[in-house]
């Protein structure tokens, strides 16, 4: 586990989290809390027996039929402390990596209106990166039984901060624009093919515009967060390098650096466009991520959704990817003396198929087809069904829990059945 | 055939009183010193972009029964959405935390005696249920 330094800013918004509890509670006896809340019930049945199913890097990877992956409450207070300062706190149940009870609060933040088109917010967010990222636990509010994983399963790791944003909105032509600029921090346990780990990022800078007229909407964003801790250890790769004193192996200490993940930039660069005439639906979103640290792959990820309703129903199809950008990275171990013994050469040369491991270990590659059906079946309840076929490029699982290694080109159907409310 | 022609005038004098009696208008109460609006300042509070009105005091939108002919057609001529794309909208909007949808009541009696008792409140009622308590803001073009 990590023993993570706590900063001040992280230690302030928890508490912040916790007076703004102790602050519902205290008024709900009044009209100035609004309490609301959604849940979706939902089940998957995937056909692999090897690779598990989540919906993004924070959920357990789920093999068979299951209801865990897809199902949640959420309860959301909404407080209205003056014209000028509300707060919002929004707690969702479901399955997860992480259990700590204060990870359950997905949003706790106080805000301040210093006029109609500023706003000031301090405290637990949403990463506002993407277009489902406010509201993507909402089933009932998005078309698909879940956000399509190639694009949000990695940006979701960073998809709450600690900290402070600033939102400028104003009426533009026919339409409305906003910007958004976020400064923070977050915890995040994620999975990757195998067990859970810890990842802490810092100086987290955020940056969102949006615009949108009656019938679409067009959205930039921008995220740099910086890695400041890791629940991985490089105890092996230490351990090996301290095998060899530097002048027997000069490029030990270099390949210690490709592997260390302290103070490392991962950028994410998001575009995404949504047209809605009532008739016909397109939704598309492109990412890309910009990483400083080998073991995280630069990726382009992206999908295009089309869908036609009738009657309250919307028929719908999806096609989304990720790859990665960066295909080549050198798996060699570095400069050797030319002194060194043979038999030492031989030994430090043996570590390549390692490093190869540890860079190949966290590749997404794949694409996924998929066909559904929306049903608003009243004013508070939609029903979805929808069919996953999942192709997976050589071994690259890395959206996926491996309990058994699969052949190359895996190919995995996911089918999801899920009731969707608000209240 | 001039009785039949003021047979005529009267049925076109009563079908254009009918039209103009069901048709929906944005009222506040008479108190609230708002006098006009336009359909973009109708919007940006009942889309939930600005919580005021335009002189800067707290708008408190009021909606009409969920399902009811007015609520549907309101939204028809605002933003030319149905009422189930509507609350897709809010849900989106309310549990991303950035604005909370308009105030519904059981019945419509309930929303005219609010609109009626606030300086706040804005609310769409038919041009028929206007009395001196409240005053028109906006009148959308037939």
């Known amino acids: 586990m990590l023993h993570f330094k706590r900063s001040q800013l992280h230690f302030a918004a928890c508490l912040l989290m916790l007076s703004l509890c102790a602050v519902s509670d205290s008024f709900a006896a009044n009209d100035k809390v609004k309490l609301n809340g959604f849940a979706t019930l939902g089940a998957i049945y995937n056909d692999s027996d090897d690779l598990g199913f989540r919906p993004n890097l924070k959920i357990p990877g789920r093999t068979g039929l299951s209801l865990a992956p897809d199902s949640l409450i959420g309860l959301q207070a909404n407080i209205n402390i003056s014209p000028q300062w509300d707060a919002v706190i929004q707690a969702v149940y479901r399955d997860k990596l992480d259990e700590k009870a204060i990870n359950y609060l997905d949003v706790a933040f106080l805000r301040y209106r210093l006029n109609n088109r500023l706003e000031l917010r301090g405290g637990r967010m949403n990463t506002d990166i993407y277009f489902l990222s406010e509201y993507k636990s909402v089933g009932y509010a998005y078309l698909w039984a879940r956000p399509p994983a190639e694009f949000y399963s990695k940006v979701t790791s960073v998809s709450q901060f600690e900290g402070g944003d600033v939102l400028f909105k104003r009426s533009l032509g026919d339409g409305f624009f906003t910007a958004k600029l976020g400064y923070g921090e977050t915890d995040a346990s994620i999975a990757t093919t195998g067990d859970g780990l810890d990842v802490h990022f810092t100086n987290m800078l955020m940056a969102s515009a949006s615009y949108q007229q009656n019938n679409w909407q067009v959205r930039a964003s921008f995220l740099d967060a910086r890695v400041n801790d890791f629940s991985a250890d490089l105890n092996t790769i230490d351990d090996a390098i301290a095998l060899f004193p530097p002048n027997i192996w000069p490029g030990g200490p270099r390949l210690r650096e490709r592997f260390d993940f302290v103070g490392k930039k991962q950028q994410f660069f998001g575009l995404g466009y949504r047209f809605d005439n009532d008739t016909w639906l397109v939704q598309s979103e492109i990412g890309f991520i910009n990483s400083q640290w080998d073991i995280e792959r630069d990726t382009v990820s992206g999908y295009v959704s089309l869908g036609y309703q009738n009657d309250g129903m919307t028929y719908f199809a999806t096609v989304s990817a990720v790859e990665p950008t960066k295909n080549n990275l050198s798996d060699r171990v570095g400069e050797i003396s030319p002194n060194a013994p043979a038999a030492i050469a031989a030994a430090i040369q043996s570590f390549r198929p390692l490093i190869r491991e540890a860079l190949e270990q966290n590749v997404a590659n794949q694409h996924t087809f998929s066909l559904g059906v929306n049903w608003m079946f009243s004013a508070s309840l939609v029903a979805k069904l929808q069919l996953d076929h999942s192709v997976i490029a050589d071994d690259d699982y890395a959206l996926w829990r491996v309990y058994n290694e699969p052949e190359a080109d895996h190919t995995v159907n996911v089918a999801s059945l899920s009731l969707n409310w608000v209240f | ?142």
């Not at chain 2, 399902?67 to 509507?86: P, T, W």
């Open chain 2, 1 to 142: 055939m001039r009785q039949c022609m003021i047979h005529l005038i009267t049925f076109f004098l009563f079908v254009s009183c009918s039209y103009s009696a069901h048709a929906l208008v944005v009222v506040v109460g008479k108190n609230n010193p708002v006098e006009a609006l336009s359909k973009t300042q109708v919007i940006d509070i009942y889309m939930g972009r600005y919580n005021t009105f335009p002189n800067g005091v707290v708008a408190r939108p009021l909606d009409r029964v969920a399902g009811s002919d007015a609520k549907q057609k309101f939204y028809r001529l605002l933003v030319n959405k149905s009422e189930e794309k509507i609350n897709a909208y809010w849900a989106r909007l309310l549990f991303s935390g950035r604005a909370s949808p308009p105030s519904s009541y059981a019945t419509n009696d309930e929303m005219l005696d609010e609109l009626r008792s606030s300086k706040q409140t804005i609310g769409y009622v038919l041009e028929s249920e206007v009395d001196d308590s409240l005053k028109v803001v906006y009148r959308f073009e037939k």
